[in-house]
């Protein structure tokens, strides 16, 4: 049951990162290739001025680092990304997240859902938002994030509102600045966003934690029986062994799946040693090898 389960979430991960990645390349290549939008005057080079590109970019960027992982975990048959990657992946989800929310509810009513959902931004507004956000909550779950993580994703979104403040408030667009294509400095009292967007953002943040979390305790509930017996670590441990002993190729170097037998003894009870369990593996490896 752990090994499918392990299998499932790596072919999912890699598929929803594969996904997420395009859908930036096929969006920003579009937008780079098109010199000229009478709706929208961020094109060509511009598009990076424009927080959904960069929120796409950043969130891209982690995915494309899931990637070798999910593979390695369908070799290994073990499901692992590192703490660092899920934060990063926290500020990039939060980020898309914003844009969704931003491009549903404030850039619809104003241009259209259609205009706004449809060519590149298709793929930057919608797909490649809900997709990073789906796989994010519920498949790319391998650890618990605090409180305290959340505020990892309130660094993108306060490093670019500074750079937009500064280029269209302080420095404007006659003196060479940019133009206020979000409406937040013209359409509305500049105070409002400036207040508003970084709780925001951290309320997003903590809902999609919550949510990650959530589903991480719920996969790491029904990986392991009931009996939570040493029986069973031994059993499990023995059994994987022997299976790796005998699928893995001629030449493949011996790796001793530790983070594995830790999970697996966080989760039974017994006096075993995590020495113990590891020559358990060693030793059952080595008598089932068929070179």
Same mark, same amino acid.
């Given at each position: 049951?752990?090994?499918?389960?392990?299998?499932?979430?790596?072919? $999912?991960? #890699?598929?929803?990162?594969?996904?997420?990645?395009?859908?930036?390349?096929?969006?920003?290549?579009?937008?780079?290739? /098109? %010199?000229?939008?009478?709706?929208?005057?961020?094109?060509?080079i511009r598009t990076f001025c424009m927080f959904t590109?960069?929120?796409?970019?950043?969130?891209?960027?982690?995915?494309?680092?899931?990637?070798?992982y999910t593979i390695d975990g369908l070799q290994k048959r073990f499901y692992h990304i590192p703490k660092w990657l899920m934060i990063f992946l926290l500020a990039g989800t939060v980020a898309v997240t914003l844009t969704f929310l931003v491009s549903l509810f404030i850039l619809s009513p104003v241009?259209?859902?259609?205009?706004?959902?449809?060519?590149?931004? $298709?793929? #930057?507004?919608?797909?490649?938002?809900?997709?990073?956000?789906?796989?994010?909550?519920?498949?790319?779950?391998?650890? /618990? %994030?605090?409180?305290?993580?959340?505020?990892?994703?309130?660094?993108?979104?306060?490093?670019?509102?500074?750079?937009?403040?500064?280029l269209v408030v302080v420095i404007g667009e006659e003196r060479g600045g940019w133009n206020d294509f979000y409406g937040f400095a013209t359409r509305i009292p500049v105070w409002i966003p400036m207040v508003l967007i970084l709780p925001l953002t951290f309320g997003i943040a903590t809902l999609l934690r919550l949510q990650h979390n959530w589903m991480f305790r719920h996969l790491r509930e029904v990986s392991v029986p009931d009996e939570y017996s040493e029986e069973y670590l031994r059993d499990t441990v023995k059994w994987l062994a022997e299976k790796n002993a005998l699928s893995e190729q001629p030449g493949t170097d011996l790796v001793i799946p530790r983070r594995l037998i830790r999970y697996l003894m966080d989760t039974t009870e017994g006096?075993?040693?995590?020495?113990?369990?590891?020559?358990?593996?060693?030793d059952?490896?080595?008598e089932h090898n068929k070179i």
């Open positions: 049951m752990l090994e499918q389960q392990n299998r499932k979430l790596c072919i $999912f991960s #890699l598929i929803s990162a594969i996904v997420v990645v395009l859908c930036t390349c096929i969006g920003v290549v579009m937008n780079l290739t /098109t %010199l000229y939008d009478e709706n929208f005057d961020h094109m060509g590109v960069n929120s796409n970019i950043l969130v891209a960027m982690g995915m494309s680092l899931v990637i070798p241009k259209g859902f259609r205009l706004i959902f449809t060519g590149s931004r $298709f793929y #930057l507004h919608a797909l490649g938002p809900i997709t990073a956000i789906v796989a994010f909550s519920f498949f790319i779950s391998d650890h /618990t %994030l605090s409180w305290k993580d959340s505020n990892y994703a309130l660094i993108p979104v306060f490093l670019y509102a500074c750079v937009y403040y500064v006096d075993m040693s995590f020495r113990e369990v590891c020559i358990l593996y060693l059952t490896y080595l």
